[in-house]
């Protein structure tokens, strides 16, 4: 089975609300939530959720209070800062650093001579740090429980322990994990201290870092404690996908759409629903109505954008309902607007359906209804926090639009079925990749 590659994902984040402007995400995010628990789509190397296992051990005899100098820092993040900067000193291939959150910080610092520290690693490393991105994993598959190294974590760290030849870092033995488990809580200590990191260019405790928790040298038996966590999913479907993903047949389908750089995972799902179990069948059933009718809304919304980029002019409503995806989702939003909710009522999702897109579900002349959309953008950006994004086109007296400039596009919808969402079909490839699953 051939492994691809693929690129990190872009975080869901924009001072200028550029992200979801239909108010669509929300909604597919609870879905994939319910279908693979604890993965993220930035979510790429099973190996972080090892380092957390090794940061929970080595955090467990600080105080719950304790923070470094900084006043917000805690041992957790004191030992993140070590491991990232780690891996950049000591990796001379950089695509090895690929998935790496806050691999470029981290960069900048060492390039400068400074040590990485709060104010030079991530804005919020609790969310996009790999703390933060692997943490809800960690916990669902039973590595972290209440804040303390679980089970699975406690089985993932002596097999860690005894392939890396570590003898001493969690058992009681007094080999090379001893001292290097001393060493590193003497560095975090010292970090707190500092505020920062306090190790410089010649600490050995570097190649420890790289030698032993390089992001993608999983160990053989570290990667089958690994993977049998994530198979044993009882509150969602992660196992049953995983299973699906790496039979030869599904991954034959996933990789077509790889290489076509689509990455719509629309395909993969119809090919899992005839061997699928009735109640992964029916999410996925709610899953397809549900990204059909996004699939409209979004080329609709694009074509207008489209339209607005050329010529960069305003442009009266009139104009866009000719656009053909304007047209079909004018037909089709309220024909589907009852099945969808309908579908997502078992997973709690139809109150929040009903109250999004309610303007938009009446069969209405094309024009009222490209006219409700446009406003239906207009309060998706209004009510987003903290206090409300401006709309990508600005609306004058006589009704016409302006595209503003940041959102500029040079093609329109892609009127076409592929998922307007994704569903972590492409961290579980990348899971599977790291694992060696798979023939």
Request: net charge neutral; with cysteine.
């Amino acid at each position: 089975m051939r492994l691809p590659k693929l690129s990190d994902a872009d975080p869901r984040v924009s001072a200028e609300g550029s992200i979801d402007p239909l108010g669509m995400y929300s909604i597919a995010d609870a879905l994939a939530v319910r279908l693979v628990p604890g993965v993220r789509e930035r979510q790429m190397h099973p190996r972080f959720l090892t380092a957390i296992a090794v940061s929970l051990w080595l955090c467990r005899d600080f105080d719950e209070e304790t923070v470094a100098a900084d006043g917000v820092s805690e041992p957790w993040q004191v030992f993140e800062w070590y491991l990232v900067e780690g891996l950049v000193r000591t990796t001379t291939d950089r695509q090895r650093l690929r998935g790496l959150p806050g691999q470029d910080k981290a960069t900048r610092a060492v390039r400068d001579g400074v040590p990485l520290s709060r104010s030079r690693y991530l804005k919020a490393p609790n969310v996009f740090g790999f703390h933060g991105v692997y943490r809800t994993l960690a916990r669902d598959i039973g590595i972290e429980v209440a804040g303390r190294l679980g089970q699975v974590g406690y089985d993932l760290l002596t097999t860690w322990e005894k392939e890396q030849g570590l003898d001493g870092f969690i058992s009681s033995g007094d080999g090379e994990g001893n001292r290097i488990r001393r060493q590193m809580i003497e560095a975090i200590k010292d970090g707190l201290a500092a505020g920062a990191v306090a190790r410089r260019d010649g600490w050995t405790g570097w190649n420890f870092l790289s030698d032993h928790l390089d992001i993608y040298d999983v160990g053989a038996q570290e990667s089958r404690i690994i993977s049998r966590a994530l198979l044993n999913d009882a509150s969602g479907f992660r196992g049953e996908l995983l299973r699906g993903l790496v039979h030869p047949e599904g991954w034959k389908t996933w990789w077509g759409e790889v290489q076509q750089r689509s990455f719509s995972e629309r395909r993969f799902h119809e090919w899992i629903m005839s061997r699928a179990s009735p109640q992964l069948k029916e999410l996925l059933r709610a899953i397809d109505t549900y990204e059909r009718f996004c699939r409209l809304l979004q080329d609709a919304f694009d074509d207008c954008l489209f339209c607005m980029s050329q010529n960069r002019r305003r442009v009266a409503p009139e104009e866009f309902t000719r656009l053909p995806g304007v047209r079909r989702a004018a037909r089709a939003v309220p024909r589907m607007f009852a099945d969808v909710a309908e579908l997502l009522s078992p997973f709690d999702q139809t109150v929040r359906f009903e109250d999004t897109f309610a303007g938009l579900a009446q069969q209405v002349p094309v024009d009222d209804w490209v006219e409700r959309l446009l406003q239906h953008h207009r309060r998706v950006q209004n009510a987003k926090a903290p206090a409300g994004k401006a709309p990508w086109f600005d609306r004058f007296d006589d009704g016409t639009c302006m595209i503003r400039t940041a959102y500029v596009t040079e093609h329109g919808g892609r009127n076409d079925d592929a998922y307007v969402h994704a569903y972590r079909t492409r961290a579980l490839s990348s899971f599977a990749r790291d694992l060696r699953l798979g023939g």
